[in-house]
């Protein structure tokens, strides 16, 4: 049987030691603390009575040290909150009191295969948002979720095919400098070295 490394932190000793009991024995779980943890490999488990300033600030530390499989164990938390654990770095989202030691093996093992979970209320009305942010706000101006524009978009397609700067732009119908422009957009926001690097991480993120 493969364990799953599991460090839990909470924002008060009392929650933490709820959580630790009901873990504490499962055969599919290995305990760690932060000393013993692999980041790479570790799930954390973030327990708050509320998505308050001190969750916010467990789950920056958590990210600031390299974890990046993090559930989030609230006893209450709306909506809007949600948003700010999923732009805080969490994969999946409970509520304390719907769970137990089972619910959590579950949770903490999605966590492991790169899975998200939030209870299917939550999750209906988070798709709700989102869908309404692309099409009131990002689509308007040309925006797409991914970060990346449909005129970005056509670029880097036409680079994957092997194009060059002038034929893209014949292409398209753009100045030469409107397609470096865009291309050079690109690289700056995703922090790229060049147009092979642009392309590679489009294919890779699956945005072209």
């Keep these: 049987m493969t364990r799953t490394a599991v460090f839990v932190c909470a924002t008060d000793p009392i929650l933490r030691g709820g959580i630790v009991m009901a873990l504490r024995g499962r055969p599919e779980i290995q305990l760690v603390d932060d000393a013993q943890a692999d980041p790479a490999r570790t799930v ?10 001190r969750v916010t600030a467990l789950l920056r530390r958590m990210r600031g040290r390299g974890y990046r499989r993090i559930v989030l ?8 909150e949600v948003l700010a654990a999923v732009q805080s770095g969490v994969c999946a989202v409970a509520r304390r009191g719907e769970i137990d030691a089972e619910a959590l093996v579950r949770l903490v093992n999605a966590a492991r295969a790169g899975e998200g979970s939030m209870p299917p209320d939550m999750l209906g009305r ?68 060049n147009r092979s690097h642009a392309v590679a991480f489009a294919v890779r993120e699956g945005l072209i």
Excluded at 44 to 53: K, M, S
Excluded at 144 to 161: C, F, K, M, N, P
Excluded at 169 to 188: F, G, I, M, P, Q
């Design 126 to 193: 988070l798709l709700d948002r989102v869908g309404r942010l692309q099409t009131k706000v990002l689509e308007p101006r040309g925006l797409r979720l991914s970060g990346i524009s449909a005129r970005e978009t056509d670029v880097l397609r036409l680079i994957a095919q092997g194009l060059s700067t002038r034929e893209i732009a014949k292409k398209l119908c753009y100045s030469e400098r409107t397609v470096k422009s865009l291309l050079h957009d690109v690289t700056v926001r995703f922090e790229l070295r």
């Design 44 to 53: 954390v488990l973030a327990v708050g009575d509320r998505f308050d300033e």
């Design 73 to 80: 164990v609230a006893g209450d938390i709306d909506d809007n």
